[in-house]
């Protein structure tokens, strides 16, 4: 199972503490049914999120552009990564 779903898992299930394979257990070891839909759902709805952190610049880069170029340009650099991977 990838990180992204297992991850979703966790978010979805709190209850959830340990998925070893595709099964799901509770802090006591008792297995926890998840929904796959309601996973998938959490994982379509957060996807822009790791589509703009893959796409904004450094962190030193935007410190940059805020000392050289000013507050409105760091604001256009992150509104264009923004705009292009809207929130769903």
Not at 27 to 41: F, H, K, L, S, W
Request: proline share 5%; net charge negative.
């Amino acid at each position: 199972m990838n990180l992204e779903k297992t991850n979703a898992i966790y978010a979805c299930y709190p209850s959830i503490v340990t998925i070893r394979g595709i099964e799901a257990f509770d802090a006591i070891g008792n297995p926890v049914v998840y929904n796959e839909a309601t996973v998938q759902a959490y994982i379509d709805a957060n996807e822009y999120k790791g589509l703009r952190a893959k796409e904004y610049p450094s962190i030193a880069d935007q410190l940059d552009t805020l000392y050289h170029s000013g507050l409105d340009a760091w604001k256009a650099q992150i509104k264009t990564v923004k705009d292009k991977y809207p929130k769903v």
